[in-house]
């Protein structure tokens, strides 16, 4: 699968845009086990025209995680093409347009989602865009706003006729937020359209090896978007990159091993940002990551490292964690 000259692959699997997670440090990990295409959480246009520093800092990529898609939200079409030109000096391959952010404090104010309920918009700034940089621009949206308007299936031909070079759908309207279970039949129906040229790539609920085999079977999408499933896990694309090659299970990843690669997740944090950001940010992977689920005895030691603030006190719970749940403990 191509996005303009940028080849995928067969059966590609991205990692999802996720604010707060796919950081500098995560992506790469996420890329080193597979992932074919990584997102950065998205980024205000408002706060890129107005160069704010904290916001500046999210367009950092590096050559090692490419091909890298920055994504950007806002609903003003003349500031999405001025910071979609501010994001085109940041050098990466690819241009996302958030349509899909559900929360309040985005949709409630006509970005994200927000868009789903005002389509003339959304088209003007996919317009306004694909006409500001050179980059491929393609959008990431959901099924529609609510269960009553779910308009994806004539939405993907309008916005691949402004101009975008590929679609992300994720199986939920806005009005589901994150509940539900996404409803990947319309994303098949987009697919199968005959008047769709550009590749759309299938996101919602994907978490198992066997489910992304199946989202591509059954859906014929031509690439899967993984999200939540990533979580404090990094290898899952090592896991389904496997299963999608060979068709059996990879063998069961050790302790020691997962230890070993959230230790150099905590390494590659600390480097890219410094050690105090670096270790706010490693810590909702710590929170999250199914290593940690289910050990015996294990809240201290989980608060403990949900608090350490130094590289050198976080890697000393490691060793004291490896040593009493390790497969040498
Ligand atoms: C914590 C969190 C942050 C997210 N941030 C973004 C974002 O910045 N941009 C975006 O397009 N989607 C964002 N999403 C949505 C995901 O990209 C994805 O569409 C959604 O989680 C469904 O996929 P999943 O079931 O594989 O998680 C976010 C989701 C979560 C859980």
Redesign the pocket.
Known sequence: MKIRDIDLGEKPVFL??????TDPAFRLMCKRFGADLVYT??VSSDALVRSVGKTMQKLAICDEERPVAI?IYGKDPGAMADAARIVEEARPDILDL?F??PVKRVAGKGAGAGLLQDVPRMLEITRAVVDAVKLPVTV?TRLGWDDSHKIIVTLAEQLQDCGIEALTI?GRTRAQM?TGE?DWTLIGEVKRNPRMRIPVIG????TTPERVAECFARYGVDAV?????SFGRPWIFKEMKHYLTTGELLPPLSFDWQMDVLREQVRQSVARLDERRGILHIRRHLAATPLFKGLPNFRELRIAMLRADTVDELFALFDRIRTTYGSEA
């Open positions: 999802a845009p996720m604010e707060d997670v959480e998205f994504q958030n899909g952010c990431k994720h994150y996404a996101n919602g609920d994907v978007m993984v999200g939540r499933a």
